[in-house]
Structure formats: C-alpha cells, structure tokens
C-alpha cells in the first residue's frame, strides 16, 4: 500500500545552507481560487556561482469554504 509508506518521505524546509553564497535569489508566490476553496504557494529559486538552478519550496496553503457562509452574489 503506497500510503504506508508516506512516513519515508520528507521534504526539507530548511534552506538556510542552501542560500548561502547564493548569486540569484528569486521568491515566487502563487495563488488561485475557486467557488469553494483557495490556496496559496510560495517556493525560493537560486543559483549557486556555478549557475546551478535550485528551488526548495517554503509554505502551501489550502483552504475549503463553506458555502454556507459565504452566499454568491449574482
């Protein structure tokens, strides 16, 4: 079963040795909704001196909406 083994994986978010000495340093944010829900993700893009592209991804939110609450407006 492929959710068993979930627990072997891990996604580091600790960049602080991977930025260090960083030539190029970008921060990218996205954000998208629908009627029920929306999110946001924001993910860090360097480059070494070598000119080695990384990315190392900082935070994911995801929200569902009760529409219940939050009547839509025609």
Same mark, same amino acid.
């Given at each position: 079963n492929k959710i068993s083994n979930l627990d072997r994986y891990s996604v580091p978010r600790c960049m602080k040795g991977t930025?260090? =000495?960083a030539s190029? @340093?970008?921060l990218h944010l #996205?954000?998208?909704c629908t009627l029920t829900a929306y999110g946001a993700e924001a993910y860090a893009r360097f480059a070494d001196s070598? =000119?080695?592209l990384n990315?190392? @991804?900082i935070i994911v939110k995801l929200i569902t909406l009760d529409c219940k609450i #939050?009547? @839509?407006i025609d």
């Open positions: 930025i260090t =000495g190029l @340093l970008k #996205f954000c998208d070598a =000119g080695n990315c190392s @991804l #939050f009547p @839509l």
